[in-house]
Structure formats: structure tokens, C-alpha cells
Nanobody, 112 residues
Framework: VQVAESGGGSVQSGGSLRLSCTVS????????MGWYRQAPGKEREYVAT???????SYGASVRGRFTISRNRARNIVDLQMNNLDPEGTGVYFC???????WGQGIQVTVSS
């Protein structure tokens, strides 16, 4: 199973970024996909998940600003991040099936 993130980068506070995660090699479906992030010196923090029934859920710190969506046929999940603030800086990780598989992470930097 391979999990690959894309779309990270740098943005100013108040800006937007869109992350994508692609899963390959996983044949049993449906499965959950989600995002976590880890800021420098801090523990990994829950961001969002879309469950096997395609229902989204969000961490309290991003609710109302981030949107997770999945293209089920293509095993891709996107994370649209709006109104970013410097607290959003960190490495964002895609996870599959509630932590069964992880991507290597992608850097997001939000400057004030």
C-alpha cells in the first residue's frame, strides 16, 4: 500500500492551500482516509477524516475553515484549507483506515 501526499507549500496568514492524498495498492473498500498535522516540537494533531460511509469529521481547531472530500473511485482525498493562520504550520500526514497506513508527510508553512 502506498500513500502519497501532494500540494503543500507556503502561504501568508489568511490564505488557502489544497492538499491531496492518493492511495494505491489497497483493494478492500470502503476505507477511511484522513489528515493529521504535526507542528515543530508538538505532538501529532488530528485534522480531519472521511469515514467509509463518506461522512466527514473535523478537529476543533480547523472546523469551519477546512473541508475534506474524497473521490472514492480514484482513492483520492483532498483537504481544502482556508483562512490559514501560523498555527497551521507543520507537516501534514495522510492516514488510511484510522492509522493502518501513513504517508510520509508534506510541509505547510503559514507566515504572519
Amino acid at each position: 500500500v502506498q500513500v502519497a501526499e501532494s500540494g503543500g507549500g507556503s502561504v501568508q496568514s489568511g490564505g488557502s492551500l489544497r492538499l491531496s492524498c492518493t492511495v494505491s495498492g489497497l483493494t478492500n473498500s470502503p476505507f477511511a482516509m484522513g489528515w493529521y498535522r504535526q507542528a515543530p516540537g508538538k505532538e501529532r494533531e488530528y485534522v480531519a477524516t472521511v469515514n467509509p460511509g463518506n461522512t466527514p469529521s473535523y478537529g476543533a481547531s480547523v472546523r469551519g475553515r477546512f473541508t475534506i472530500s474524497r473521490n472514492r473511485a480514484r482513492n483520492i482525498v483532498d483537504l481544502q484549507m482556508n483562512n490559514l493562520d501560523p498555527e497551521g504550520t507543520g507537516v501534514y500526514f495522510c492516514d488510511v483506515n484510522y492509522g493502518a497506513y501513513w504517508g510520509q508527510g508534506i510541509q505547510v508553512t503559514v507566515s504572519s
